[in-house]
């Protein structure tokens, strides 16, 4: 999550119950790590179940539980109201991913494979194309918020985080969350950082560390100005209860 200082103090006003449910959804990769070594412990016995166990709950259970929270509980806004009902899931379905940017070499062990990284981003809800190839470093925040096309290639250590605090047209920072979208035969170069809202349209190769701000197109080598009242508009006002 970004560290904006706005974002801070949002977290900081919020009632004590709402404090409590974040503080147990960070809890989620200490709750996943100790379940497996329980469960290994369990099956010590069993090496080969013990395995399937473990595989299991690293990479099946999380995409799984996250795609079944946002169908029951979608996020339909773009602006995020902090505290909202939206917000939790969103941080809830962050913490699934988390053990994951903890220890990157996880997710480097499914790139080994050909096309395995790609089909395991699917079940969280990615839309992947075909062929698309995933450079070593790269690191993937808000996996269910992709959307790919076909004979993609990221460079080595770029960053996708389809989550981020900008300003609205009062100057107000707000939570705003939204799709990465990257066309087809596009080239992403070498730790490059994509954040909210991102489209790159096909038969796009891009520089070595671009970044962009929220909301931009880049569209024959050219980045088109953000449309800063989409960034910013809030499709609804108060928050949800939870």
């Known amino acids: 999550m970004s560290t904006d200082s706005s974002g801070t103090v949002a ?12 503080l147990l959804c960070n809890m989620i990769p200490l709750a996943q790590v100790a379940a497996i070594g329980g469960l290994c412990w369990l099956l010590r ?5 013990a395995l399937v166990v473990v595989l299991g709950i690293l ?5 799984l539980a996250s795609r079944g929270v946002t169908a029951v509980l979608p996020i339909r806004r773009t602006v995020v109201p902090i505290g909202s009902r939206e917000f939790f899931v969103w941080w809830f379905t962050l913490n699934l991913q988390m053990l994951f940017c903890r220890f990157p070499f996880l997710e480097e062990l499914l790139r080994i494979i050909p096309a395995c990284y790609s ?5 969280w809800g990615a839309k992947i194309g075909k062929l698309t190839y995933w450079a070593a470093g790269t690191i ?28 609205d047209r009062q100057g107000e920072m707000v939570f705003v969350l939204a799709p ?7 080239t992403i170069g070498g730790y490059s950082l994509l954040v909210a809202g991102t489209e790159i349209a096909s038969d796009q ?14 569209v024959d080598g050219r980045r088109v100005k953000p449309l800063r009242e989409r960034v910013v508009e809030d499709e609804g006002n108060g928050e949800h209860g939870l």
Request: net charge positive; hydrophobic share 50%.
């Open 45 to 49: 016995e069993s090496p080969w179940a």
């Open 205 to 218: 190769c891009t520089r070595a560390f671009l970044i962009l701000p929220p909301f931009s197109r880049l």
């Open 180 to 186: 990465i979208t990257i066309g087809d035969r596009v």
């Open 119 to 123: 089909f395991w981003l699917r079940l």
């Open 59 to 63: 990479y099946v259970f999380p995409p």
């Open 140 to 167: 993937i925040l808000d996996r269910p918020w992709l959307e790919i096309g076909d004979h993609v290639v990221f460079g080595a250590g770029v960053r996708l985080n389809a989550h981020v605090f900008t300003p």
């Open 11 to 22: 977290l900081k006003s919020l009632p004590a119950l709402k404090k409590l449910l974040l």
